[in-house]
């Protein structure tokens, strides 16, 4: 797109077409043109996938298709392998009967996700961009520390899990070490892919979620799930006999699918598409597109989940280690036993379930399951690292060549996962995972806060800003999703028994709400509680941040 059609965002005397006036929809300034001679590096998308020209359709296939891509690669975060393994152990501890948490979390990251690409769509920018506008400086480099938290730990769970991949189709011969280090290195060549065109890039990663559909939609086959239990659970909000262990893997299916940086993410992605901003008919036509391309790749992403949940409930629901020890013995499993011989209910991870799949249905069932598990982790580290590049250019205002955004963004999780990997067994990595999913779910308030804050601000969105439909029901699923992810926490840290781990969490505690509580408050205001504004400070961001840039972006 044109620099001056970014720039018709800020011209308040915007033209007339058929008599309607295009005014402008962000009072915040845009960045410059990807082919600004005065930048060095132009940013991430080089080029835009152009928008087929206007029909009377009131419905077209092709703008559709013109505007499918982001939503399948965003979708990527709901198909990782902190995901799989959550529906492995959602399956294995309540059977079907968590499903319609699975389905009712879906249906909220869609909510979220709606509103990411709003912001991107009707602003130009996304939405570490604006808060590096909207908020001031101390403020900015805590938010993005705390994003950059999840990104590494979801980076870890991903280059772990194609590690366990890999040690899986070696039949043990590469080591989790050397798992690492191959991904790492095959991430850097599938990233410069969009060399070759946007479009190609996307075609890849639509590739590696069809292999994620055939290799987990075997198992299903292979297993036959229970219909009637499948849809029950699915439908029906009720879990009938469930304990502490099920409710907190209910909470942990929702911290495991609504992942902070992926909002971040798809406000970025949807940046790719050629839109005429200072047309507000094209606005509202990007909006549309983008939410039914979003919703058909999230239903995808749900049924593969779907797929390993209901593998896992039919197959070893209310299992024993025992049983399992025994099966695989008979069965003479080339991987090395790691089921203990007692009456303790099974505990599966993505290792052991491949593992046992291949001890219960053969060689074929835990290779296939591998493959599905490299296509997960390879397809997330992708775009976790693009996740990393957008937060770290957005935040920090940074201008770098591709390698050096790639090779910064790759090694701040470098380290930590190769320790893990280093010193971590294969067979023992669940206490590490639940460890990462406690910090992600720390991290949500500053995704899902944000992003509710900014697309209910008229000085930002204008005719596109949150109705107060949204508004109240953002709020309440924003405030019900923390909740049920604090809780998490609490339940992950009080199972620590250590008193020096329950001070350090009390300390840390007290600071972590009091910036939450700031940006709620930023929050609550923009959704429209203006008492709290007293000096009109928020309210004013946007106006000020326009004539006084260098204030903020320093």
């Known amino acids: ?233 699915m439908f029906l909000p009720y879990c009938e006999g469930c304990g502490p262990v099920q409710l907190e893997q209910a909470v942990g299916i929702v911290g495991a699918v609504i992942m902070p940086h992926n909002i971040y993410l798809h406000s970025a992605l949807v940046k790719s598409r050629d839109i005429n901003r200072s047309n507000k008919k094209e606005v509202k036509e990007a909006n549309k597109y983008f939410f039914i391309e979003s919703s058909v790749a999230l239903f995808v992403s749900f049924l593969i989940n779907v797929f390993v949940v209901a593998v896992f409930a039919q197959a070893f629901y209310q299992k024993t280690n025992h049983d399992v020890h025994e099966f695989c013995n008979m069965t003479g499993n080339p991987h090395s036993d790691p089921f203990p011989n007692n009456n303790d209910t099974l505990e599966v991870d993505i290792y052991k379930g491949g593992v046992v799949l291949g001890c219960f249905f053969g060689p ?59 010193f971590q067994d294969v067979q023992h990595l669940t206490g590490m995972n639940d460890f990462l999913n406690v910090l992600q779910s720390m991290q949500l308030p500053f995704a899902l806060l944000p992003i509710l804050t900014f697309t209910s601000m008229k000085s930002i969105m204008n005719d596109f800003e949150n109705s107060l439909v949204w508004k109240i029901g953002g709020g309440i699923v924003i405030l019900v999703v923390c909740a049920i992810n604090m809780y998490f926490v609490v339940v992950y840290v009080t199972a620590l028994h250590n008193v020096l781990l329950y001070v350090l969490a009390a300390l840390f505690s007290v600071a972590y709400l009091c910036f939450v509580g700031y940006l709620a408050w930023h929050c609550l205001v923009a959704l429209g509680v203006s008492c709290l504004d007293c000096s009109g400070r928020v309210s004013t961001r946007a106006a000020v941040l326009t004539e006084e840039p260098s204030e903020y972006d320093s």
């Open 364 to 422: 074929a069932a835990l290779y296939i399951w591998a493959v599905g598990i490299l296509a997960a982790g390879q397809s997330s580290t992708m775009t976790g690292t693009y996740s990393g590049q957008f937060v770290m250019e957005g935040f920090l205002n940074l201008r770098w060549s591709r390698f050096a955004r790639v090779l910064l963004t790759r090694s701040i999780a470098i380290t930590p996962t190769l320790l893990v990997a280093i």
């Open 1 to 233: 797109m044109k620099a001056e059609q970014d720039g018709d965002l800020l011209n308040e005397d915007a033209p007339q077409e058929n008599g309607v006036q295009t005014n402008q929809y962000s009072s915040i300034s845009p960045p410059g043109s990807p082919a600004g001679p005065e930048e060095p590096f132009p940013p991430y998308f080089e080029e835009k996938v152009s928008i087929p020209e206007n029909t009377s359709e009131v419905f077209s296939f092709r703008k559709l298709w013109a505007f499918t891509g982001p939503g399948f690669l965003m979708s990527i975060a709901y198909l990782d392998p902190g995901n799989i393994e959550s529906d492995l152990q959602s399956g294995a501890k309540a059977g079907f009967k968590l499903l319609w948490v699975l389905l009712g979390a879906t249906v909220i990251g869609l909510l979220l996700q709606r509103l990411a690409a709003r912001l991107g769509v009707v602003t130009g920018m996304h939405l570490a961009e604006v808060c590096n506008r909207q908020y001031p400086t101390v403020p900015r480099i805590i938010l993005w520390l705390m994003v950059e938290l999840a990104i590494i730990g979801s980076d870890m769970q991903e280059v772990i899990g194609c590690a366990i991949a890999l040690n899986l189709l070696s039949v043990g011969r590469i080591p989790l070490y050397a798992g690492v280090l191959i991904t790492i290195t095959d991430t850097f060549v599938f990233l410069f892919l969009d060399k070759y065109g946007l479009r190609k890039l996307e075609a890849f990663f639509g590739f590696l979620i069809t292999v994620m559909a055939i290799s987990f939609g075997y198992e299903y086959v292979v297993v036959k799930p229970d219909q009637g239990q499948l849809l029950k659970g």
